[in-house]
């Protein structure tokens, strides 16, 4: 028996989702047990309950095809699995951080998530996260002995200077359920963006996005088909500010740093995207009146205009449809204001 292929994806945003991959092949000579109690014996970490809510969500598969948990394997057989991934315990460190929850049950929690703030500890970023700010609030509920949150599952996530959104899961069956409807598009994601330029009309972007051949730090648009994965945002514009436009991003994937990438690639990087070139002056004249209007509103939003507005799932017990809405931050709200008052005041 061998375990060819165990990796971890850990860079994912918008969705993109954090999952353990295995694949392992059987021995010729492998009589039949079930599946769950096999990999119970070969996967680090894991538990059979774990190993059972994964097979009933489609996660474990056996040559390409779904199996049930008392699947019995066999010799020569290749075995696929892929399992949310959960917060590793050396990083759990409790601190109370401010959170703003829009919903929360036994279930999951809907935030909306502050600009600046990490949600994963990891290189760099060992505390201060939105995890480290999920283990305190857990720990605090008075039900958290009866139920037994101990640690947030995280479905998807926003970067660090993105505001908006998020659920997060408060037991394995909805970490598991949510993770299959983000997989499956089943999920409603609806983002405000700030670009640079005059979008002609609304439109839909799509192109492979990958790791930069260039710069590992970011991303970028792949035409080959082999590299990266699939990716499309569609794109709608709610208002004109001349130099710039105010539009609705909707996801029908969702990849790491997917709106930053995909408007970048049509031409309208995000105002003041340190990483993808939007906090450059890219449209507009050469007075120097502008140019200190332009770092003006820099200073003002000191990130990339980016917000994820609306989210819509369906409830992991109840199967209610839900959807949420976040108004625009307090620094987005002052930056279009400002590019309001410009395009008023300015010379027809």
């Not at 061998?2 to 392992?24: A, P, Q, T």
């Not at 894991?46 to 056996?62: E, M, P, W």
């Amino acid at each position: 028996m061998s375990d060819e292929n165990k990796e971890v994806e850990d860079d994912f945003e918008d969705g993109d989702l954090l999952f353990e991959h295995h694949r392992i092949v059987t021995d010729p000579g492998q009589t039949g047990i079930r599946i769950d109690k096999f990999l119970m014996d070969r996967i680090p970490n894991t538990s059979r309950n774990k190993l059972q809510i994964a097979a009933k969500a489609g996660f474990i598969k056996v040559d390409s095809l779904p199996v049930k948990s008392n699947y019995k394997v066999k010799s020569n057989q290749v075995i696929t699995v892929e399992l949310p991934y959960p917060v590793r315990e050396i990083e759990l460190i409790p601190e109370d951080i401010p959170l703003d929850i829009r919903y929360e049950d036994d279930t999951c929690l809907v935030l909306n998530k502050q600009a600046g703030i990490v949600v994963h500890p990891g290189y760099g970023n060992y505390s201060g996260t939105l995890v480290n700010g999920l283990i305190f609030h857990f720990n605090q509920l008075p039900e958290n002995n009866q139920h037994g949150v101990s640690r947030p599952g995280l479905v998807h996530r926003l970067d660090k200077l993105t505001t908006g959104l998020m659920v997060i899961a408060k037991t394995e069956e909805a970490l598991t359920d949510l993770s299959m409807q983000f997989y499956n598009r089943s999920t409603e994601r609806r983002y405000n963006a700030l670009v640079w330029g005059d979008l002609d009309e609304d439109g839909t972007v799509e192109g492979h996005l990958g790791r930069s051949l260039k710069n590992r730090k970011v991303m970028d648009v792949f035409p080959d088909e082999d590299y990266g994965k699939h990716a499309i945002t569609h794109y709608k514009v709610l208002k004109r500010f001349g130099y710039v436009t105010l539009v609705e991003c909707k996801l029908e994937t969702g990849r790491t740093h997917q709106i930053r990438v995909h408007m970048k690639y049509i031409g309208h990087p995000l105002f003041g995207d340190p990483e993808y070139g939007g906090n450059k002056i890219l449209k507009g004249t050469s007075f120097t009146k502008y140019r200190q209007f332009v770092e003006n509103c820099f200073k003002t939003c000191p990130r990339q205009a980016l917000h994820a507005r609306t989210l819509g799932f369906t409830h992991p017990v109840s199967g209610e449809r839900l959807q949420f809405n976040s108004e625009l931050p307090e620094d987005m709200l002052a930056l279009l204001e400002k590019w309001e008052s410009y395009i008023a005041q300015r010379p027809l």
